[in-house]
């Protein structure tokens, strides 16, 4: 059995930074698929043809479907009994949703890590924040450097139930055809919204900080839904 040839524009490391080299092939499988999945190469809603794929990844169908459970657990793919299995379509509901739950956790995160980083750790995503200034013309890159400040403010406040909770949610986010940060004027007003939100992290006020990435992701939720 072989290993699944890359995809022309995929990386060596997997989304959480292990180097695929290291993983099961199921494992390396599911990467390539989530990272297609994200890109809307596989659009959500459409069936996965695991004929079409086991060929041409050169795997069997052992791989692929251990491959299609773990994305399934991540909620990216739905599998249909007796119809296969389908990129996972998400609904004005569903982005709701998980707006709210991110909301909870997030901001509760950022109260904590106003209350207890080091000054190193403050440090570290001030420098985050000062990429994120720096790409905010180049939208691919500053959806990149926003997802880091995100996930290293949760590193930081140190919960890895809701680490992975909140990795699994922003998974799904996403699929969703209409992303906050594409829409017109998003960039600006959420970069300004970071900046509010390190200037209280900065300040240790941790009440505030709680209320402004609160803020933030009632903002990002409501530029997501608006068409």
Same mark, same amino acid.
């Not at 906050?180 to 007003?189: M, P, Y």
């Given at each position: ?26 494992? @390396? ?7 297609? #999945? ?41 599998? *249909? ?10 609904? &004005? ?52 450097? /926003? ?7 949760? &590193? #930081? ?5 809701? /680490? ?5 949610? @922003? *998974? ?24 509010? #939100?390190?200037?209280?992290? *900065? ?18 939720? &409501? ?5």
């Amino acid at each position: 059995m072989v290993a699944p040839r890359p995809d022309a524009k995929s990386t060596d490391t997997s989304t959480n930074g292990t180097r695929l080299a290291d993983m099961p092939l199921y494992q @390396r499988v599911a990467e390539r698929l989530r990272e297609r #999945i994200v890109a809307h190469t596989m659009a959500p809603g459409s069936w996965i043809n695991e004929q079409a794929l086991t060929a041409e990844l050169g795997i069997s169908r052992t791989p692929l479907r251990e491959a299609l459970k773990v994305l399934a657990s991540e909620g990216l793919v739905t599998m *249909k009994l007796r119809r296969g299995a389908y990129v996972t379509e998400v609904s &004005e509901r569903d982005l709701s949703e998980v707006f709210h739950l991110l909301s909870l956790l997030e901001s509760d995160a950022a109260a904590v890590v106003a209350k207890q980083a080091s000054d190193d750790e403050i440090a570290e995503l001030s420098d985050l924040h000062e990429h994120l200034e720096a790409t905010v013309d180049e939208r691919d890159a500053f959806f990149a450097a /926003n997802e880091r400040f995100h996930m290293r403010v949760l &590193e #930081i406040a140190d919960n890895r139930w809701r /680490n992975q909770m909140v990795a699994d949610l @922003r *998974k799904v986010m996403k699929l969703y055809r209409h992303h906050s940060l594409f829409k017109q004027g998003r960039l600006q007003a959420s970069l300004k919204e970071h900046r509010k #939100i390190m200037a209280a992290l *900065k300040a240790r006020n941790a009440t505030l900080a709680q209320e402004l990435m609160l803020q933030h992701l009632a903002s990002g939720k &409501e530029a997501a839904a608006k068409k």
